[in-house]
């Protein structure tokens, strides 16, 4: 069974323990509990419910995974969901439903997978530390923080390849089929953080309200005041993401505009140079007499000759920058 469980107590020693030497009852002031479920199971989730002696789980919900995040308080604990996001390397996004059961000193939190937060965050709090001394809403509060950051980093992520974008777009040389599909895919990207990010609001602004005494009564409210601005913050780097994607688009437009303003302008500069030598041609095919039919080589002469002002006129367009 994927189960990590961490103890963190400020009066003696953090270790990672098992879930059944652990009972939720009887956690110090300065002791905090975190259980990590890795799989999305009801046997494993059962388990660890009657391992730490909490009751009133509701097992079958958790299971349930949902698009949108929603909150409940029960009697001793509340629970809610969220959807965290990962981008695996020259992937896509991908969004992972994470559910949270908090309590007095513990905060059981499940998902199926490894969350990279979380593992940056276990190698980041190296040997004794002093999260014992935090309350189960404040370290949720930073737990939270986190989640958010993995959106500001699909953010940088969509930057790093719209830049690419960017300068494939004012490359001559560029695949315009195959840019267009990696744009309409970077623009469903950017829709599919905002769509997962959105319904956040629900939960964040549930947890500063007054009405959650959890939170309320706790030392914690200014936290989640903070982290619901931080929230608001990522909605805002979503939505100029957005725009810069769309940015993408207005560039290439531009950029195919152009390329079909030098096509027609090198297309009308051919014509005129065709008619120029055409008109020539045809005064010299007119029925008179005239010295230069008499010439042995005014064949060739008058072959030099249109050469020279398809030469002078190319010359000229090219100095007035028509091609």
Do not use: C
Request: avoid cysteine; charge should be negative; glycine fraction near 4%.
């Amino acid at each position: 069974m994927q189960i990590k469980a961490y103890l963190y107590d400020a009066g003696g020693a953090d270790e990672e323990v098992q879930p059944e030497a652990v009972d939720v009852r009887k956690l110090k002031e300065k002791q905090l509990l975190w259980i990590n479920v890795e799989e999305r199971d009801e046997k494993t989730l059962e388990h660890v419910a009657r391992a730490v002696n909490l009751e009133g789980v509701p097992v079958r919900e958790v299971m349930r995974t949902e698009d949108r995040p929603r909150i409940e308080n029960h009697e001793s604990f509340f629970r809610f969901s969220i959807s965290s996001v990962r981008w695996g390397k020259n992937q896509g996004p991908e969004a992972i439903m994470i559910d949270y059961i908090v309590g007095r000193n513990f905060i059981v939190t499940v998902h199926k997978g490894e969350v990279e937060y979380f593992e940056e965050f276990r190698k980041r709090e190296k040997g004794e530390t002093e999260l014992g001394k935090l309350d189960a809403e404040i370290f949720l509060a930073t737990l939270l923080d986190l989640h958010l950051v993995s959106y500001f980093r699909a953010m940088e992520e969509i930057e790093r390849r719209v830049d690419k974008f960017d300068e494939s777009i004012l490359k001559t040389d560029m695949d315009p089929d195959q840019l267009l599909s990696a744009m309409v895919k970077l623009r469903r990207d950017v829709s599919d953080l905002r769509r997962w990010l959105l319904p956040h609001r629900d939960v964040f602004y549930s947890l500063t309200r007054a009405d959650f005494l959890q939170i309320a009564e706790s030392d914690s409210a200014e936290e989640f005041k903070r982290l619901a601005d931080h929230f608001e913050s990522a909605v805002d780097a979503v939505e100029r993401a957005r725009e810069t994607v769309l940015g993408v688009f207005e560039l290439y437009a531009t950029k195919s505009a152009q390329l079909t303003n030098t096509f027609v302008q090198r297309l009308t500069f051919l014509t005129v140079l065709t008619g120029s030598l055409a008109v020539i041609v045809g005064v010299l095919g007119m029925n008179f007499k005239a010295d230069i039919f008499e010439e042995p080589n005014g064949f060739w002469a008058t072959i030099g000759g249109l050469f020279l002002v398809a030469a002078s006129l190319t010359t000229f367009a090219r100095f007035k920058r028509w091609i």
